[in-house]
């Protein structure tokens, strides 16, 4: 099992054999990624991996981690289960399952939702360590908070 990430980005896990093919671990990750084997340039301690060569000529072994510069104009995908995860995608979800009916459109109930999000994550990142502490002293003894 070898890894392959994205730098600052998604990454996945893959079963290779020392007989695979650098074009077999691309296409490894487009099935994992989905990112075209066309758009990947696989580095392995700073040395780019050339098509059609095999992983036992690059002395790839079991729990290697090999870095995918993804090319210019193509945007790396992420893999669903990443983006749904997130505990911001958790709480938007939430957040339109319970306003979805009180809106003509969703349209207008995107546009509510992302509206709440900015606000609050603008007023989140303004805490103080003791406004956190307050809230958490609070939420301790009375289970709920208040701002």
Same mark, same amino acid.
């Given at each position: ?14 079963? @290779?054999?020392?007989?695979? #093919?650098?074009? &077999? ?9 989905? @990112? ?11 040395? #780019?991996?050339?098509?059609?060569? #095999? ?8 729990? &290697? ?20 995860? #997130? ?10 399952? @319970?306003?979805?009916?009180?809106? $003509?459109?969703?349209? &207008? ?8 999000? $900015? @606000?609050?994550?603008? $007023?989140?990142s303004s805490?103080?360590? &003791? ?14 908070l208040q701002?």
């Amino acid at each position: 099992m070898i890894t392959v990430k994205i730098l600052q980005g998604a990454e996945c896990a893959l079963e @290779i054999t020392e007989d695979n #093919t650098t074009e &077999d671990l691309k296409a490894g990750v487009e099935r994992e990624l989905k @990112i075209p084997t066309e758009n990947q340039k696989l580095v392995l301690k700073g040395k #780019t991996l050339q098509d059609f060569t #095999t992983l036992k000529e690059y002395k790839i072994k079991d729990g &290697d981690k090999i870095f995918l510069v993804v090319k210019p104009g193509s945007v790396p995908a992420v893999p669903p289960t990443t983006v749904l995860d #997130t505990p911001r995608s958790k709480l938007e979800a939430e957040l339109h399952k @319970i306003l979805k009916d009180s809106f $003509r459109s969703a349209e &207008d109930c995107d546009k509510v939702v992302a509206s709440f999000l $900015r @606000i609050l994550e603008r $007023r989140i990142s303004s805490l103080s360590l &003791d406004d956190i502490e307050r809230f958490c002293e609070h939420w301790k003894k009375e289970k709920s908070l208040q701002f």
